[in-house]
């Protein structure tokens, strides 16, 4: 069982900036994929950015170019930097971790979720 927990999250103005993190509990993190999910009010989750064991990323297309997802396997942390944020960034963002990659055992685990609001 891993715990996740996210740091980070609050009230942001339009073209700011802020970092999420996600801490883990396991010491096998190098064998996971990381990443980040979003969910705004009557919206379904969606992905927000990823990050594989070998540290290849995918984001949505929303956020290319504005976000930066970014792992450290000796904390067991992931991170998510958001900049020039907007008011259609506004969702609660959950961590997620799948691991070990291709292992029996493989299974996915969800942090509790962190509010960011873009507003003035």
């Known amino acids: 069982q891993v715990q996740l927990v996210e740091s980070g999250g609050g009230l942001v103005q339009p073209g700011g900036s802020m970092v999420l993190s996600c801490a883990a509990s396991?010491?096998?993190?190098?064998?996971?994929?990381m990443g980040w999910y979003r969910q705004a009010p009557g919206n379904q989750r969606e992905l927000v950015a990823r990050?594989?064991?070998?540290?290849?990323?995918d984001y949505a297309d929303s956020v290319r170019s504005r976000f930066t997802i970014s792992r450290d396997n000796v904390k067991g942390t992931v991170y998510l930097q958001m900049n020039n944020v907007k008011p259609e960034d506004t969702a609660v963002y959950f961590c997620?971790?799948?691991?070990?990659?291709?292992?029996?055992?493989?299974?996915?685990?969800w942090g509790p979720g962190t509010l960011v609001a873009v507003s003035c």
């Open positions: 990050i594989t064991p070998q540290e290849s990323t």
């Open positions: 396991t010491t096998r993190i190098s064998f996971y994929a």
């Open positions: 997620s971790v799948v691991g070990p990659v291709g292992w029996p055992e493989e299974h996915t685990y």
